[in-house]
């Protein structure tokens, strides 16, 4: 595993942009790489167990991890699916039309980062830092942000599913737009988050959503109301 990564750093350093980018995709299959784990001296049960087991590399996946904050800024169109970016420091990275599906972000600072047309199935955002993200005509299938902190962010015209997890999510200021909320009853957005939002625009709902929120929080009712031109909640087809 070692002469694996001496060999990536190799050829990383010496490409040009395109070829890093394809380079790139190859970090997960680096860090989910597992060695032969590390007998300890005068215990010898564990020279039996380096036979027996193994584990992944924790130093070469930190170390992976590095190369990804290091060019932060030119991630558009990777492919970084499968990779454990959690704890990453990427605030500002430009992630725009990557796939990040089954990316491990648990805990990552992601705030001001671009996810333009991101592909997001099943991404992990539990407990992360994504404040004044932008979250635009991305496919958010069954991506969890628990926990996260999403204060400011756009979340717009997103794919959501019945399995996408918001619970206890920080949506303060958050603009929602274009999303199907209808869903809500599943993914734990409740009625409570939503009011700290700043925008529902274009948002479906269903009826009884409607009629919590417009009691709760009526200016943010007005927010639905303004591209819709109904009293009644917009429920889509």
Do not use: W
């Amino acid at each position: 595993m070692e002469t694996q990564t001496t060999g990536f750093f190799t050829q990383f350093s010496s490409s040009d942009e395109i070829s890093k980018k394809y380079l790139l995709r190859r970090i997960a299959s680096i860090q989910n790489g597992v060695t032969p784990i590390k007998p300890e001296l005068f215990v010898p049960y564990t020279v039996i167990q380096s036979f027996l087991f193994s584990e992944k590399n924790q130093l070469i996946v930190e170390t992976m991890k590095g190369v990804i904050e290091d060019n932060k800024l030119k991630l558009k169109n990777v492919i970084l699916n499968n990779s454990d970016l959690s704890e990453a420091v990427l605030e500002g990275a430009t992630m725009s039309m990557a796939n990040l599906s089954y990316v491990n972000f648990k805990m990552a600072n992601l705030s001001h980062v671009n996810f333009e047309g991101a592909t997001l199935l099943d991404t992990d955002f539990s407990g992360a830092k994504l404040i004044f993200a932008k979250i635009l005509k991305a496919d958010l299938s069954s991506a969890t942000f628990e926990n996260a902190d999403l204060t400011g962010a756009s979340i717009e015209k997103c794919n959501i599913s019945y399995a996408t997890n918001f619970k206890n999510a920080d949506i303060s200021e958050a603009k929602l737009i274009g999303l199907d909320l209808s869903l809500t009853e599943e993914n734990s957005l409740t009625i409570e988050q939503l009011c700290t939002a700043k925008s529902l625009k274009d948002c479906k709902l269903n009826e009884l959503q409607y009629e919590l929120i417009k009691s709760q929080c009526p200016d943010l009712a007005l927010t639905i109301k303004e591209k819709n031109n109904k009293t009644a909640p917009y429920m889509g087809q």
